[in-house]
């Protein structure tokens, strides 16, 4: 039990390390590390302790605390990748709002342009 919790708790270590350093060198935005800087932490506490771990074990009634970390460390992933499932749909409609927008707008200055020198053609 010892060991499993060890490695949860240094693979949640290492996941916050890594995204302070891609926050540090501005390969990922602030506002969205925070998610993984909350699941990290809270990774780290549920893995180093004991006091929580037995208390989120009884929660969930599971019986092997450890396997209590896996399954609050799969839920906790969930919400996270969700999350960004949710931005990059809400990301996904605004390309095609801009991409409408930016179609509306050539179309007009074609239009425009067309009407003011009737004798060229626009490609």
Do not use: C
């Amino acid at each position: 039990m010892d060991r499993l919790l060890l490695v949860l708790g240094g693979f949640s270590i290492v996941l916050l390390v890594m995204v302070l350093l891609s926050v540090r060198k501005e390969h990922i935005r602030v506002e969205y590390s925070v998610s993984w800087l909350i699941a990290a932490t809270l990774l780290i506490l549920v893995s180093f302790n004991r006091t929580i771990l037995s208390w989120l074990a009884g929660m969930m009634g599971i019986t092997y605390p450890p396997l209590a970390v896996i399954v609050f460390m799969f839920g906790v992933f969930l919400v996270v990748l969700y999350r960004f499932s949710l931005r990059i749909s809400q990301l996904k409609d605004n390309n095609i709002a801009l991409a409408q927008r930016l179609a509306i707008l050539e179309y007009q200055y074609k239009s425009t342009h067309e009407e003011q020198h009737p004798d060229s053609k626009t490609h």
